[in-house]
C-alpha cells in the first residue's frame, strides 16, 4: 500500500498544507476585511454589522452545499479530482469578488466561493489520511492544518498592503498557483482499491440510514461546533462586543483574526504533537477544549481593558481551538473508503454551516438578555454540545482505514 511508503514530508503532504493555506487565506478574507470593504461600497456602520454577518452566512450556506458536493464527488471520482475542481471554482470566485458593486453581488459572489472552498480541506484530509500510516496520520494532518492556518495571518498582512480588491485578486491567483503544484500528487491507493468493486460509493444517504453511522455522522459534527462559534461570532465581531464591553481603544477585526489564526496554527500542531504522545485523539481534544473555555471566560471579562488584551484573549481562543486537523481527523478515521470522503469532506463544512444556526441562537437572545450577554450563552450552550458529543465518540487513534462501509 502507498500509505506503507509515504512520509509526513512528502510531496503529497506539502501540497495538502499549501492548498488548506489558500483555502483558509481566501475563506477568512471577507472577515477581515468586512469593515473597509462594506465601508467602501457605502454602508452605515450598523449595516456593516448586519450586511456583514448576513455575508458570511451565505458564504457558509455556500461551503455546507459544496461539502455535500464534493465529498460525494471525492467518493465517486477521486480525492483529486475534487482538489483540481474546487480550486478553479474557489479562484475564480475571488477574482469575481473584487469586482462587486453591491451587498447582493458581494452575497452571491461570496456564495459561490463558498462552494469552492468546501471542497479543500476535505479531499486533502481524506487523502493524506490514506496515505500515510495510522501511527502518522494526526501529525501529518496536523501539519497540514498549521502550516495551512496560517493563511489567514497571510490575508491580514496584505490587507494591510494592499486595497481590498487586490487582496481578492491575490487570493484568485494563489489558487491557479496551487493547480500547477497538484499535478504531481498521488491518488490514494484505497481509493484506487475499491474503484472497480462492486460497493455503493459517495452515498451521501449511508450516513443516515444506518444508526451507528449516524450518531458517528452527527457526532462529527457537534464536536467542532466551538470553532466556528469562536472565529464567527467572538473574533469577527470582537469590534462591536469590544465596543460594548468599553473595551479602551480601537479594535481591528482583521488584527483580532490575525491574532487567533496565528494561534490557532501553533494550537493545530501542538494537538496533533500531544495526541501522538498520548496516543488519543479525545484526550487531546477535551486538553483543547479547557483552553477554550478558559478563553470564552477572559473574553467576556475584557470590560474597561485595552485592545492588546482582546487581542490576547483572542490569541487563547484561537490556540484552545486548534484542534480543526484533529476532529476532521476523526470523522476520516470514524468512516469506511466508500463513503470516507463525503464524510470528511462534509463534516467540516456542516460545522461551518452551522454558524448560521449558532447565529440565530446569538441573535434571537440579544433581544432579552443584550448583546455581550447572548455571546456568552451561545458560547456556554455550544461548548456543552461539543464536550458531549464527544463522550459519545469512539477514540480513532488506532484504527486501520483500509475497510469498506455496507
Keep these: 500500500m502507498q500509505s506503507k511508503q509515504v ?4 510531496l503529497a503532504v506539502l501540497v495538502a498544507a499549501l492548498g488548506y493555506f489558500v483555502d483558509i487565506y481566501d475563506l477568512l478574507l471577507f472577515s477581515i476585511i468586512r469593515v473597509e470593504s462594506l465601508k467602501d461600497l457605502g454602508l452605515t456602520p450598523a449595516e456593516i454589522s448586519s450586511k456583514g454577518l448576513l455575508i458570511i452566512n451565505v458564504q457558509m450556506a455556500g461551503l455546507l452545499i459544496g461539502g455535500i458536493l464534493w465529498g460525494i464527488l471525492g467518493d465517486k471520482k477521486g480525492r483529486l479530482k475534487v482538489l483540481y475542481a474546487s480550486i478553479i471554482l474557489y479562484s475564480l470566485g475571488n477574482i469575481a469578488n473584487g ?25 486533502g484530509i481524506t487523502l493524506i489520511a490514506e496515505l500515510l500510516p495510522k501511527e502518522k496520520r494526526g501529525v501529518g494532518t496536523s501539519l497540514v492544518a498549521g502550516v495551512g492556518l496560517t493563511g489567514a495571518v497571510a490575508a491580514f498582512f496584505f490587507k494591510e498592503a494592499f ?12 489558487g491557479f498557483c496551487l493547480l500547477l503544484l497538484r499535478v504531481g500528487v498521488l491518488e490514494s491507493g484505497m481509493f484506487e482499491n475499491i474503484q472497480h468493486k462492486n460497493v455503493s460509493k459517495g ?37 462591536e462586543f469590544g465596543e460594548k464591553m468599553g473595551v479602551k481603544g480601537e479594535i481591528d477585526p482583521g488584527k483580532a483574526v490575525m491574532f487567533a489564526y496565528a494561534a490557532i496554527s501553533l494550537g493545530d500542531i501542538a494537538v496533533g504533537l500531544l495526541s501522538q504522545a498520548l496516543k488519543s485523539r ?21 470590560s474597561g481593558q485595552s485592545t492588546g488584551s482582546l487581542y490576547a484573549a483572542c490569541a487563547l481562543l484561537g490556540f484552545g481551538t486548534g484542534f480543526w486537523a ?27 454551516g452551522a454558524l448560521i444556526l449558532i447565529s440565530i441562537l ?14 456568552l450563552i451561545t458560547g456556554v450552550t455550544v461548548m456543552v454540545i461539543g464536550i458531549v458529543a464527544t463522550l459519545l465518540t469512539e477514540e480513532t487513534f488506532h484504527k486501520d482505514l483500509n475497510y469498506v462501509e455496507e
Design 7 to 10: 512520509s509526513v514530508f512528502s
Design 99 to 123: 469586482f462587486v458593486q453591491s451587498v447582493n453581488q458581494y452575497a452571491a459572489i461570496r456564495f459561490i466561493t463558498g462552494v469552492g472552498l468546501a471542497g479543500e480541506l476535505g479531499a
Design 163 to 174: 486595497p481590498w480588491r487586490t487582496c481578492y485578486f491575490i487570493g484568485g491567483g494563489l
Design 203 to 239: 452515498n451521501f444517504f449511508m450516513l443516515f440510514n444506518n444508526g451507528k453511522r449516524l450518531r458517528k455522522y452527527l457526532c462529527s459534527i457537534l464536536i467542532g461546533l466551538p470553532t466556528w462559534y469562536v472565529i464567527g461570532i467572538l473574533v469577527s465581531f470582537s469590534k
Design 282 to 302: 479525545k484526550k487531546a481534544l477535551f486538553i483543547f477544549y479547557g483552553l477554550t473555555a478558559i478563553g470564552i471566560v477572559w473574553f467576556f471579562n475584557l
Design 326 to 352: 484533529i476532529f476532521v481527523t476523526m470523522a476520516a478515521e470514524q468512516f469506511g473508503t466508500n463513503i470516507r470522503a463525503t464524510a470528511t469532506t462534509t463534516v467540516p463544512n456542516m460545522v461551518r
Design 362 to 375: 446569538f441573535t434571537s437572545l440579544q433581544g432579552s438578555v443584550g448583546y455581550v450577554q447572548s455571546g
